[in-house]
């Protein structure tokens, strides 16, 4: 159980585009889910939080216009990286929480490879 | 403000040795903990966690961490290592709410 699913696993598209990566909860529901950023070689960058029928709540120095996100049901949340530029490129991640007895665990997806070429 | 330091950046040990990899953490109270294991290229994988009780915890593949509050860590263990433990592992945090902290990470390489 709890399995996370992400797609694409890999994207490459040009610099002005715009790319959307998808997040889904598949066994669960997940009332908030969560959008990271990877550099190499690096830990996980928390860029957002996203709670079902409402906005998401943005850490600090992550554009909202840049990265939207929507989360408009309880398995499924979506990342629309918007007019791409080269330095978007990186890995990104997203996770579901699954929450229980007071306890709250994070469930990862595969992770999304985008190079804006 | 809560942290999470894993002191170790890169580790190598031989297949079949013993592993531990090193978290510490900085929290007010007792901290939900976690261990994830990420492959290269891909998502990360919940290898075991800490809520509460017996503070030695048993994950999955053959993995164990024990909670020691008086030394603020949560070490991760593994009696017999092999080449496909080879990965990146991050120790996290959570406040009892739902966000993580992660430490840096912790590259394991195994030689042959």
């Known amino acids: 159980g709890a399995v996370v699913s992400q797609h694409p696993s890999r994207v490459i598209c040009k610099s002005g585009t715009s790319v959307k990566i998808e997040c889904r909860s598949l066994?669960?529901?997940?009332?908030?889910m969560f959008w990271y950023r990877q550099f190499p070689k690096q830990s996980l960058m928390l860029m957002a939080t996203?709670?079902?029928?409402?906005?998401?709540?943005?850490e600090q120095g992550v554009e909202k216009d840049k990265f939207l996100i929507n989360h408009a049901s309880l398995t499924l949340s979506t990342l629309t990286v918007t007019s791409a530029h080269p330095e978007d490129s990186s890995f990104y991640i997203c996770?579901?929480?699954?929450?229980?007895?007071?306890?709250?665990?994070?469930?990862f997806g595969a992770g999304t490879r985008l190079s804006v070429l | 403000a809560q942290s999470v330091t894993q002191p170790d950046i890169h580790i190598t040990v031989s297949e079949g040795a013993s592993l531990e990899l090193r978290c510490n953490y900085s929290y007010g109270a007792t901290p939900y903990l976690f261990w994830y294991v990420q492959s290269p290229g891909q998502g990360l994988q919940l290898l075991l966690k800490y809520f509460s009780g017996d503070t030695l915890v048993q994950g999955i593949k053959g993995f164990e961490a024990e909670f020691k509050r008086s030394q603020s860590s949560f070490n991760l263990r593994k009696p017999s290592v092999h080449w496909s433990d080879a990965a990146e592992y991050f120790c996290a945090l959570n406040n009892a709410g739902n966000m993580l902290t992660f430490g840096g990470g912790t590259r394991l390489m195994v030689k042959p």
């Open positions: 996203s709670n079902e029928g409402s906005k998401a709540t943005y």
């Open positions: 066994d669960f529901q997940a009332t908030t």
């Open positions: 996770s579901a929480d699954l929450a229980g007895g007071g306890k709250n665990i994070q469930y």
